[in-house]
């Protein structure tokens, strides 16, 4: 292995100093004197380096170093070499940096000692690099798992995402039946009218299903079933509608058929008359315009009361004859 005198004016970047190294390695030790009988013996530690048999010429060094003490800064130079070489999978900066340090105490005077200061510089600015190589790369791939990570977290979401679109598509499948279906019953008649005192509804029904629903206003004493004639009460029951006036005060009506048996038992049992004329109906003539406040108020004499556009749709739907269930 050649000694070398390097000359460099600033730091050495990584690939060079390996050059160089392996230079040093290659060339043979002119210095060194050619009859010297380790002659030999460096050789072989040489051909076992250039072999890539790293350990073994460390051993065949150390071999040198014991029997040929005088030898030592050589050996010393060219095992620190070795253990710094970026070829050997075992290099170990530490190791090097130990023999270039002992050969500057021990061998003060060495042509080797400027080269291994050298080296010590080089090989220290080496150790700090690979720290924060490795610490870089302790980062990426902290940062490569974290990025996995949220992949796998973003296939969950997809999945999961698809599924809801599933779920979204069957329910607006769902929706399409039965918007066809509420208008299949629309397009046909309402078999009952549903009218609940106690929340002021009035609800259309087809086939068990509600078509449709309204606000309305009572009688201006709601509460009981009607008794009597001028009571002001609407009455609570089981009736159809029997007739409609189209040309009624009120719009347009639909008669109920009040009273049934049980209502003409009971005004017989008070001595009283039950009284008639029980209508679903719109709002007086001349007075369309309040529109949805008339529910604010029970203002009729018994009879219910929707907006006029309410009760012309009503009389697009109920027939005569459909069931009329009022509920307290």
């Given amino acids: ?3 070398k005198q390097i000359r460099i004016g600033g730091p050495l970047p990584i ?5 160089i190294i392996t230079s040093l390695l290659i060339d043979g030790c002119s210095h060194f004197n050619k009859g010297f009988q380790a002659e030999s013996t460096f050789k072989e530690a040489n051909d076992l380096f250039n ?28 095992m620190g070499i070795i253990y710094a070489h970026p070829g050997n999978e075992q290099k170990d900066y530490r190791k090097s940096l130990e023999c270039f340090q002992k050969l500057i105490k021990d061998y003060p005077g060495s042509v080797y000692r400027k080269d291994s200061e050298m080296m010590i510089f ?12 490795a610490r870089q790369q302790a980062q990426i791939e902290t940062l490569q798992q974290g990025l996995n990570r949220e992949r796998n977290e973003i296939k969950i979401l997809h999945k ?5 679109e599933q779920e979204v598509k069957s329910k607006e499948n769902e929706i399409i039946a039965l918007q066809k279906e509420v208008l299949a019953i629309q397009k046909g008649p309402a078999d009952k009218i ?9 609800t259309l029904i087809s086939k068990g299903k509600v078509l449709k629903t309204y606000k309305i206003a009572l009688g201006g004493n709601p509460d009981g079933p009607k008794e009597r004639q001028g009571d002001n009460k609407t009455p609570e029951g089981t009736y159809v509608i029997d007739s409609r006036n189209k040309d009624s005060r009120y719009h347009l009506s639909l008669h109920i058929s009040y009273p049934n ?11 009283v008359s039950p009284g008639g004329d029980i209508m679903i109906h719109g709002i007086k003539n001349g007075f369309s315009w309040v529109g949805d406040f008339h529910s604010g108020v029970d203002w009729t004499k018994g009879c219910i009361a929707v907006t006029d556009e309410e009760i012309e749709e009503i009389d697009q739907l109920v027939p005569n004859g459909t069931i009329v269930e009022i509920r307290p």
């Avoid at 790293?54 to 150390?62: D, F, G, I, V, W």
């Avoid at 080089?122 to 190589?133: E, F, P, S, V, Y």
């Avoid at 549903?194 to 009035?202: A, G, H, N, T, V």
């Fill in 1 to 3: 292995m050649a000694k």
């Fill in 15 to 19: 690939f060079l100093a390996c050059l």
């Fill in 51 to 78: 072999q890539g048999s790293y350990q073994a010429s460390l051993s065949k060094y150390e071999q040198i170093i014991d029997k040929y003490p005088r030898a030592g800064d050589r050996v010393l130079f060219e």
């Fill in 122 to 133: 080089h090989i220290n600015n080496i150790a700090i690099k690979d720290k924060t190589i």
């Fill in 160 to 164: 999961k995402i698809e599924a809801l």
């Fill in 194 to 202: 549903l009218i609940e005192k106690k929340e002021r509804r009035l």
């Fill in 261 to 271: 048996e049980k209502d003409k038992k009971r005004a017989r049992d008070f001595g």
